[in-house]
């Protein structure tokens, strides 16, 4: 079965760190790029970082950019999202998605911005992060 799982969420205090990660499954990542959008109740969701699938840009939305970073290890078809200082409003169900192709700057931030389940190749599941005291 071809599908993204995401893992690593959980409940951490404000100003912790926690890392996801978006594993594939079924398919290599090599070819594509890879984002992390994230939905808390009641908002829209967000694209908060992209990479691309082999020049390395990256993408970050402005509220998260200096706090998380976004990698990727082709060796074991995994992407990372390391989160520091996390806080309240970072609490939502992040997601992973992958796009075929994406490989330059404009290409990845076009992602983060528009990219819906619906135009983007695979779509994880979600994990929950919880920024709680």
């Known amino acids: 079965q071809l599908q993204l799982v995401e893992s690593g969420g959980g409940l951490v205090q404000p100003g912790g760190s926690l890392r996801l990660s978006c594993a594939a499954s079924?398919?290599?990542?090599?070819?594509?790029?890879i984002g992390w959008f994230r939905q808390a109740p009641g908002k829209e969701r967000e694209g908060i970082s992209c990479?691309?699938?082999?020049?390395?840009?990256?993408y970050y939305a402005d509220s998260v950019k200096g706090r998380f970073t976004i990698s990727r290890d082709n060796a074991k078809n995994t992407v990372y999202l390391q989160m520091n200082s996390l806080k309240p409003e970072d609490t939502a169900i992040y997601y992973c998605?992958?796009?075929?192709?994406?490989?330059?700057?404009?290409?990845?931030?076009?992602?983060?911005?528009?990219?819906?389940?619906?135009?983007?190749?695979?779509w994880g599941q979600g994990t929950q992060v919880t920024v709680s005291s």
């Open positions: 079924g398919f290599t990542l090599d070819y594509y790029a």
């Open positions: 990479i691309s699938s082999s020049d390395g840009s990256t």
């Open positions: 998605a992958g796009d075929e192709g994406p490989d330059s700057i404009s290409a990845v931030q076009a992602m983060c911005v528009k990219g819906t389940p619906a135009l983007l190749d695979y």
